[in-house]
């Protein structure tokens, strides 16, 4: 299939033709014609590098009715991202290479993103003992991203050798930093509002102890470490320096910690609990300032899908998560680009170019340039658009925007030159 | 007054003492007679919801209901279908569908009684939740004090004890300081918030310092179950500490009052003779809860709302 | 706001300061004839909230003419109104009895308007639960007709014949700053 592009501007650059041929990039230049192409018309969009989500749940397999692997694609395809990154939380857990592959495979037969899994890094998440990273990296499903996420590998000594481990893989522990003595119950972010609220704190501290320990026992093991989901200011310093010490660590943060803070608790509606909590504006311009610097290395959704039953409850008991792969990009657009913190380069680095390095993802985060892979996404940036929790493509609803209005519209989506989503409407 | 009282963080001024006010016409109305029952509430209903165990709450809602002909309904979580697992919006819902006007909710989560309230028509009362609120209870205190001492402006607080877990310090501290008094907490550290130094008190760890200057002492029920979880060592280092007990008592002004939500352990945070002791309100404050919970539901459920 | 100004409904002044006085003063004289040995049995109830300064003004006038101590107390309605949810919620008033109480004792309810009869009949109820007076009577400032209810006052300081649009006010020095009765044209 041969696609024409007419008019993007890549990168934020000039008007541009690309010419999508063959899965890849053939050309990018004026007036590009080629018999028999479909020509789509790009006029006013801006072209970036196909998203990498380093942190999805996709709930397949056990939650297929919180959301599936075809599902979770089609939000993704509709975010403007060609690789997510699917979390081992599900039911089995993703702790063997049956399973990875089990995913791997649903990915494909979806075709929306490529669907890339990420393995335990312990039997069943229980932080006991290590799974078979090896024979997961050796599947189908070539995983190199391995976490517990949801919980921490708390245990130094079984971090330690987590991350020692899995540099024969050129695999990296992605840890869900939280010391689990400091979180017993834990609500929200500890301070004035859980004080007011009587929600049980969820301290700053038992993410940045966690994540202090790692980068030195990263740095003394020479091993590579990502850290998901930072939340707090004090998080961004640690990295900061860790990074100038020379330690190998790279981080991500969520859409929703950099637009959102716990202000949004005092509805007590749970569609604002997550783990990690949302924290303060403090934090969240610390994040921001951090992504900028790149500090932070990517924005990493932790799409997180529930059913209704599981978020129409009491705060205490409806399950942390929020959903994110469809709004991603428009809450770095609101929070980074319109003020002034990231350009289109940089969107690219921290949400495509960046995080398929940290997954070893060869066919993503390329540039837009002839001979490369044709992933890439149209965006117009001009669009304002009113998130409507039942229009989204995800299974689930708990979207944290509902009725936010929020700038940026995926006009189109290429996956390998294959259009997932034209006319900002999922492909059929 | 709004539709519902969740919180007494929500209460301004005016509506609090209206409360108050409404209490004390309601006790002056009723004040030496035989028959307590007022015709105000006919053909309402209320139903108290209660998801913990709380006798004494439940009972006092009930009766001012009653006493205000209320048809009332008690719906306890036990041996229900919420035992088997219906959620809190499925039975809010049903209450509803069966006529409820008001729905008194006693919940172990903290922010259940908003969440209700999102969910239902009609008004929805706090009777407790989790680590939250309990403002009726702060409503009766304010009533106890006021009935006392004759004012609350200026009036100085202690509340002495497990503020961290406490629904009713919570409660107290906004409605106190709205009303006027100066509230001071007393307790170890471990069982501060964290984020108290938001809020309009002043903090002490030492209650000999506090009690001279304390024109009433409200002192909280601390669970032994806190000691487990490494908040103080002992319960006897917690007792000799931030137990009120005679000799402590004899440091108070002549005025001064003790007061306590019950239910009590006696001799850990209370001692049993200034428990019984004539500065105690304990006794009064269950009666005072009757009066003002009967004015919170006239004033929510006695008009056209 | 444009268009035409909102009609103000007029007013008018009915009785004035010299006329409640006199008004007053002749329900008290009625009183003394009509209670007759029982004087020292009459307690004058008020309902709040101009019945009951109307009580205490009436206790004194009687106590003026005969000598006699005249005890009073005030009773609210609003917890016994059956009319509670047509509007928003009211506030409640005091409910204040002579320390002897009302048992065995003539009770005369006071008022400052009788419409409906909704209000006595509120009162008559309220009544009964704080005791058991030997009889209950009524007195009234104004009756303006239009009774929904077998009642009617046993003392009348003037008869108003009214439309039931039209509204009739009572202001009495103790709660408005002036004695005056108003009637006033249903707005529209």
Not at chain 1, 223 to 250: D, N
Request: some cysteine.
């Amino acid at each position: 299939m041969t696609t024409i592009v007419k008019g993007a501007r890549v990168l934020g650059g000039d008007p541009a033709d690309l010419l999508l041929e063959d899965g890849r990039i053939a050309a990018v230049g004026e007036r590009l014609s080629a018999t028999g192409a479909t020509v789509v018309d790009a006029d006013g969009l801006v072209a970036l590098p196909g998203l990498v989500d380093l942190h999805t749940h996709l709930r397949e397999p056990g939650r297929e009715d919180a959301e599936t692997v075809e599902t979770g694609s089609r939000a993704a395809a509709l975010g403007g991202y060609t690789a997510v990154h699917a979390m081992a939380n599900t039911d089995p857990v993703a702790d063997t290479a049956g399973v990875v592959e089990q995913v791997w495979r649903l990915g494909q037969q979806a075709g929306l993103v490529d669907v890339v899994p990420v393995g335990a890094v312990t039997v069943g998440l229980r932080g006991e003992r290590l799974a078979e990273l090896g024979a997961m990296a050796d599947s189908a499903a070539r995983v190199r991203v391995f976490s517990d996420d949801g919980h921490c590998v708390a245990d130094p000594a079984l971090m330690r050798r987590a991350l020692e481990y899995v540099k024969a893989l050129d695999g990296v522990v992605a840890q869900h930093a939280e010391e689990p003595r400091l979180t017993v119950g834990a609500q929200m972010n500890e301070g004035d509002r859980s004080a007011r609220l009587g929600l049980t704190g969820w301290p700053a501290a038992a993410e940045e102890a966690v994540i202090a320990r790692d980068v030195l026992l990263a740095q003394h093991v020479g091993a590579r470490l990502h850290v998901c989901h930072v939340s707090t200011a004090g998080s961004v310093e640690i990295l900061r320096w860790a990074k100038s010490r020379g330690v190998q660590v790279t981080a991500e943060v969520t859409p929703h910690h950099l637009l959102l803070t716990e202000a949004c608790a005092e509805s007590y509606d749970p569609v604002f609990k997550v783990n990690p909590p949302l924290r303060t504006d403090e934090d969240v311009h610390a994040l921001r300032a951090g992504l900028a610097d790149g500090t932070i290395d990517a924005v990493a959704t932790d799409h997180a899908p529930h059913a209704v039953e599981d978020k129409e409850s009491e705060w205490a008991s409806a399950r942390p998560g929020m959903l994110g792969l469809e709004q991603a990009l428009s809450v770095v657009l609101q929070t980074l680009v319109e003020p002034g913190l990231l350009d289109w380069a940089g969107v690219a680095d921290r949400m495509s170019v960046r995080p398929a390095a940290i997954g070893r993802l060869d066919g993503h985060g390329r540039p837009i340039a002839p001979g490369e892979p044709a992933n890439l996404l149209l965006l117009d940036p001009a669009a304002r658009v009113t998130v409507d929790p039942a229009a989204l493509a995800s299974r689930s609803r708990n979207t944290p925007y509902a009725g936010r209005e929020l700038p940026g519209r995926v006009v189109a989506t290429f996956l390998r030159g294959e259009a997932t989503v034209l006319d900002g409407k999922a492909v059929e | 007054m709004k539709r519902h009282l969740l919180e007494a963080a929500d209460l301004d001024r005016a509506d609090a003492t209206l409360v108050l006010d409404t209490a004390a016409q309601i006790d002056q109305a009723l004040a030496g007679r035989e028959v307590k029952k007022l015709p105000t509430l006919r053909g309402r209903t209320v139903v108290n919801l209660f998801y913990e165990d709380s006798t004494r709450t439940r009972i006092s809602f009930e009766l001012a209901a009653k006493r205000l002909s209320a048809d009332v309904i008690n719906f306890s979580a036990k041996g229900s279908s919420v035992s088997k697992g219906e959620s809190l919006k499925d039975t809010a819902l049903t209450l509803e569908a069966m006529g409820s006007d008001a729905i008194v909710v006693r919940h172990s989560a903290s922010g259940a009684p908003h969440r209700l309230a999102n969910w239902v028509r009609g008004s929805v009362v706090n009777a407790g939740d989790g680590t939250h609120e309990h403002p009726t209870q702060a409503l009766l205190d304010a009533y106890t004090i006021r009935r006392r001492l004759g004012r609350l402006d200026g009036v100085r607080v202690a509340v002495v004890g497990d503020v961290l877990h406490s629904r009713v310090a919570r409660s107290n501290v906004w409605l106190l300081t709205t009303l006027g008094a100066e509230v001071t907490l007393v307790a170890p550290p471990t069982l501060l918030p964290v984020g108290v130094g938001s809020w309009p008190v002043t903090v002490s760890y030492d209650l000999d310092a506090v009690l001279p200057k304390a024109d009433v002492v409200m002192m909280l029920r601390v669970q032994l179950e806190r000691m487990n979880a490494s908040f103080f060592p002992s319960a006897r280092e917690y007792s000799r500490r931030y137990g009120l007990d005679a000799v402590r008592m004899a440091a108070l002004g002549d005025d001064a009052i003790v007061m306590h939500p019950g239910p009590m352990n006696r001799g850990m945070e209370i001692a049993a003779d200034v428990a019984d002791s004539v500065r105690s309100t304990i006794v009064e404050q269950v009666g005072n809860g009757v009066s003002v919970r009967m004015a919170v539901l006239y004033l929510l459920l006695g008009g056209n709302a | 706001m444009a268009g035409s100004p909102v009609p103000v409904p007029e007013s008018t002044v009915l009785l004035g300061p010299a006329d409640v006085a006199r008004v007053v003063d002749r329900m008290a004289h009625q009183l003394i004839e009509k209670a007759g040995d029982s004087l020292a049995d009459l307690v004058l109830v008020g309902i709040p909230t101009r019945g009951a300064p109307l009580a205490r003004r009436l206790a004194a006038r009687v106590e003026a003419f005969s000598g006699a101590r005249v005890d009073t107390g005030t009773v609210d309605i609003t917890l016994y109104r059956d009319d509670l949810r047509l509007r928003g919620v009211r506030a409640l008033e005091d409910t204040v009895l002579p320390p002897a109480g009302v048992d065995g004792r003539l009770v005369v309810l006071v008022d400052d308007v009788l419409f409906s009869g909704r209000s006595v009949r509120a009162a008559l109820d309220a009544l009964r639960d704080l005791g058991r007076p030997r009889a209950v009577q009524l007195a009234v400032l104004v009756d303006r007709g239009h009774r929904e209810l077998p009642i009617r006052a046993d003392y009348v300081g003037k008869n108003l014949p009214t439309s039931r649009a039209q509204k009739v006010r009572v202001h009495l020095a103790e709660t408005d700053g002036t004695d005056e009765v108003l009637v006033t044209e249903g707005a529209g």
